[in-house]
């Protein structure tokens, strides 16, 4: 994989559910492109502090799903994915404009993952790439 330098890189500034899901994160995406871009935000933002947005954020712009700014991963999504991040933020009890560590909100999505799961990751199409995660099967068992 190419790393590109962080200067040439957006700020990492993440929408509510990528809080949560992005630390289960193994290499699978929407395309080598998408890949690329999102290996090397997660770069960045464990190196220090990231900030919390609401809509598309760094991620959703290299997103061959997103569509004049709304996730057009099927109908009505943006609907449904901002739901999800309100509920994300709600359980991390973080907003919109924050600034925090990567750390940091690794240690919350530990406390909170229990209910996130019960929540979202049962019905999501990403189970089978987040299971792979030791650190996804460590928390859903315990
Ligand atoms: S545009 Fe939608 S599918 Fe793509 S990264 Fe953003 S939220 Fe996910
Ligand atoms: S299974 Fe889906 S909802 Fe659960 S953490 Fe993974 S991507 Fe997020």
């Given at each position: 994989m190419r790393y590109i330098s962080d200067k040439t890189l957006p700020a990492p500034i993440f929408r509510g559910h990528h809080l949560i899901?992005?630390?289960?994160?193994?290499?699978?995406?929407?395309n080598a492109d998408y890949i690329e871009h999102l290996s090397n935000i997660l770069i960045m933002a464990e190196k220090g502090a990231i900030e919390i947005c609401e809509g598309a954020d760094c991620i959703c712009t290299k997103c061959p799903n997103l569509c004049e700014n709304n996730?057009?991963?099927?109908?009505?999504?943006e609907t449904d994915i901002r739901r999800m991040d309100a509920a994300a933020l709600e359980l991390l009890k973080l907003t919109p404009g924050m600034s925090i560590s990567w750390m940091e909100v690794r240690q919350k999505v530990e406390r909170i993952f229990q209910d996130w799961n019960r929540m979202y990751?049962?019905?999501?199409?990403?189970i089978s790439a987040c299971e792979k995660s030791a650190g996804f099967r460590n928390l859903i068992s315990e």
């Open positions: 899901c992005l630390h289960f994160y193994n290499g699978e995406g929407y996730c057009a991963y099927y109908e009505n999504a990751c049962k019905d999501c199409n990403w």
